[in-house]
């Protein structure tokens, strides 16, 4: 369980709809919890890297939340200590939403899928959005050789929480990849058959 997502996401409205259906008591552990999991630690860092997208949100002036989904090779979100996560923002369609949306308010969730493993990591943080004339060794940490989107910026996010989600309903999905692993093995088994009848 974890005490800094409580800290972060059980505000009084919450505390009060979790009284209201009776849950209350049980979500207390969380408040109660040892581990704060305001740290990364190797665990998380494996599967963070691992990723080749995730879903993240902010808030704009007006309080709407705006999600969206950021991809890119696997491992473009790095890890830079117990503390921080870093990536790329490659070029894309240039309305800048989040980047505007952080310039007023720094706050950050992510979620991060594993489909295939039905796991799912949260992670709440601030944001610090970097150029490369300002941090051009940290720019060329982020970089992925053999990606060649343009990086217009980096978002640094300072992790305040993270927490790891029930799979109760993450439907399992399976990258190209993913298929070619669990199917190679009936491959060379039909190859086997086929050249023992020849």
């Not at 849950?23 to 998380?44: K, M, P, W």
């Amino acid at each position: 369980m974890s005490r800094a997502f409580a800290k972060i996401s059980f505000t009084p409205s919450v505390k009060a709809a979790q009284t209201r259906y009776a849950s209350r008591e049980a979500n207390l552990g969380f408040e109660l919890a040892d581990d704060a999991r305001s740290e990364i630690t190797q665990r998380e860092a494996d599967f963070i890297e691992a990723r080749d997208s995730f879903y993240q949100a902010t808030v704009n002036e007006d309080g709407w939340p705006y999600v969206q989904h950021r991809g890119g090779p696997q491992g473009f979100l790095k890890v830079l200590d117990q503390h921080t996560i870093a990536y790329a923002d490659f070029s894309g369609n240039r309305q800048y939403l989040s980047v505007g949306n952080l310039q007023a308010n720094d706050k950050i969730a992510l979620i991060l899928m594993d489909y295939r493993e039905q796991r799912r990591l949260k992670i709440w943080g601030r944001v610090k959005i970097v150029h490369e004339q300002d941090a051009p060794t940290l720019i060329a940490q982020l970089k992925m050789p053999s990606y060649r989107a343009r990086i217009e910026r980096a978002f640094i996010i300072s992790v305040e929480a993270w927490d790891w989600n029930c799979p109760q309903h993450i439907t399992p999905r399976y990258t190209e990849s993913d298929i070619e692993q669990i199917i190679a093995p009936l491959q060379a088994e039909i190859a086997r058959l086929k050249q023992s009848r020849a």
